[in-house]
């Protein structure tokens, strides 16, 4: 489905992705793991558009789609669920997952199709159907998780992208959150995941890769990285942070 080659990008001289190469299979959970700054929510705004690349190619279904517009990108079916969630506070629920699926309702989405994915994020967070008129930002950290991540289903996508959706939140909730993007992927998503906690991101995944100081350092079937000493020795190294990218993951 994607297909990123010798993908380049910097913020001013400094040079945050280095000749990244990723692949991400249709139907498949691909992981990406790393510490903070190794450049893994970079590579995600490149693909959706939100920051410019300078050399190398973002294919998606054999279409090189480096620095296309956002919206341009969502249209195509890829959705970005950014880290720290993001979600309107002073909108409802209901208000928020609507947002989501604007850009259907802009190229003339049916409303009975929209309406059913409403219903279909409800059945996946129940909390959220719940709660769909209560304002946004009231909720729990992890109430909030799910409607970032409600929200990004309602595009209808092709490929989900999720940028740390551990963050912050108690163990209870993360296993709720990952259960989900369990249900997800046996559905048949497509879904590329960011995470720093590798024991669960890899546990999930069908395939994993290892992003240290802007560059991919190791990729595998996802089980087998996970009993993998290298992992050990790469994910927790003491050279991480000095050499990140200092713009966030």
Do not use: W
């Amino acid at each position: 489905m994607i297909e990123v080659k010798n993908l380049s990008a910097f913020y001013g001289n400094i040079e945050a992705l280095r000749a990244v190469d990723l692949r991400v299979r249709t139907g498949k959970i691909t992981t990406i793991i790393g510490a903070n700054g190794a450049g893994k929510t970079t590579l995600l705004r490149a693909i959706s558009g939100l920051i410019p690349t300078r050399y190398g190619e973002i294919r998606y279904f054999g279409k090189d789609i480096a620095n296309s517009e956002p919206h341009g990108v969502v249209k195509m079916g890829i959705s970005h669920v950014p880290e720290g969630r993001q979600v309107f506070g002073s909108m409802s629920v209901e208000e928020n997952l609507e947002l989501g699926a604007y850009i259907r309702s802009r190229r003339g989405g049916k409303a009975q199709e929209i309406r059913k994915d409403l219903g279909f994020v409800y059945n996946l967070f129940p909390v959220l159907g719940e709660r769909r008129a209560q304002y946004a930002g009231t909720l729990s950290g992890g109430e909030q998780q799910m409607l970032a991540i409600g929200r990004g289903l309602m595009s209808s996508p092709r490929l989900l992208m999720l940028d740390e959706p551990s963050m912050g939140l108690a163990p209870l909730v993360i296993k709720d959150i990952f259960t989900c993007l369990k249900k997800l992927h046996e559905q048949g998503l497509t879904i590329l995941l960011v995470e720093q906690d590798a024991q669960i991101a890899l546990s999930v995944s069908d395939v994993g890769y290892v992003m240290r100081a802007g560059k991919m350092r190791l990729e595998g079937e996802a089980r087998e990285l996970l009993q993998s000493d290298e992992i050990q020795r790469i994910y927790l190294g003491d050279d991480q942070v000095s050499e990140g990218d200092g713009h966030g993951t």
